[in-house]
């Protein structure tokens, strides 16, 4: 099938839900401080308070997700401009131990009492974000990009819906980097943030004969497979001093069911691939 375009009522609203929902928390988490709230914010008594630089950056991906669904292509790129610069400047103050220094910049410029240092899972998360979201506008449409902008979606969900499962199940698999844990707030923001990623590639997309984008096989697989790889960096970060053997039982139906969707799925999309070539 042709590629369609699609800009109905379904399409606008998930992508303004999903993305009011993450700059709302965002925007919620900025705001406590100056409202007198409590500064952290989190369900769980183990999570640690979501920094002020990542609620900012989830606050800035969130208002670009709207963008999208009401078709302000300047303000998504603008916003996600904004947020891979920060991104950047945390992965460069990361590798040459300068930071935080934009961190302490932004904690005092929103009053920020207290405030913890960002994760690095979270700091990965808005730069595949900010990535996702400026290949979302470029001039040109084309299917591989399209797909492109749904992997790192699916990506940013699992490492997500990793570190929500960590929360539910008491196994820290939030946790990449020690004593920097990504908070409760962070793993909802980047599940409902890779969702919205993933659905913005349904705007313009090759349909299969089921009426399923083409690129839908191949995202399930990279979505499952990142499961599994972000609990297996969650262990080797911490040596597995914090894991116990009922910890990995809790968390081995998760693994084994991804791991045979990643499988499967990866086997659809290469049986899919080998198809479109036949028919060229």
Known sequence: MRNQYRVGPVYRASLIVSGGMCAGLGIAILAAPALRRI???????????????????FAACGLALIAIGLWFPRVTSVLAGVTLSMAVVLVAEQVF??????????AANLRAGSWNAIAPNTVVVLLLSAAALLLRHTPRWF???LG???VLGSIIFA???????????EVPTYVWQWRAPM????????????????????????LDEAGI???????????????NVAAAVAYVAQDGLTWTQSSVIRLM?????NGILSVVAARQARQQTLAERAGL
């Open 159 to 169: 490492i997500g819906i990793v570190g929500t499962m960590g929360y539910l199940t």
């Open 148 to 150: 492109a902008i749904a």
């Open 97 to 106: 131990g300068t930071g935080p220094r934009l961190e302490t910049l932004i």
């Open 183 to 206: 908070s409760f707030l962070s793993t909802i923001c980047a599940s409902i943030l890779g969702l919205g990623i993933v659905m913005s590639a349904c705007r313009y997309s090759e």
């Open 253 to 257: 139906p998760m693994l084994v069911a």
């Open 143 to 145: 299917k591989s990009r």
């Open 213 to 227: 984008p083409r690129w839908f096989s191949l995202v399930t697989s990279t979505g499952a497979l990142s499961i």
């Open 39 to 57: 500064a952290n914010m989190e369900v769980f008594p183990a999570s640690a308070a979501t920094p002020p630089v990542a609620a900012l950056g």
